[in-house]
């Protein structure tokens, strides 16, 4: 797919970006998802990560929020997310 002009992007670079991930609730999810979005965002601030557990505990969301530079650093941060073996759903 060619890039997206950026005149055309619907986002505005860089900008505060929300990514909510989804994955079983077992140790270390959270911190590989803390890990990956500072691979991606050098200043990335783990104290503003949200989590949310499943109603019946099994599962955990959670929200990071990256600093977006360009659209090819957010697909590449979807298609690490998406591949990482603990992940069930980013969104």
């Known amino acids: 797919m060619p890039p997206i002009p950026p005149e055309e992007s619907l986002i505005e670079y860089p ?24 691979a991606f965002d050098p200043v990335f601030d783990a104290d503003t990560v949200e989590t949310r557990p499943s109603k019946g505990g099994n599962y955990l969301g959670i929200t990071i ?27």
């Open 65 to 91: 929020t990256v600093t977006a530079t360009s659209r090819e650093q957010l697909d590449e941060l979807y298609r690490t997310l998406s591949s990482h073996p603990m992940v069930k759903v980013v969104l």
């Open 15 to 38: 900008s505060a970006f929300p990514i909510k991930v989804m994955g079983a609730h077992v140790d270390g999810f959270l911190e590989a998802i803390i890990t990956v979005a500072r």
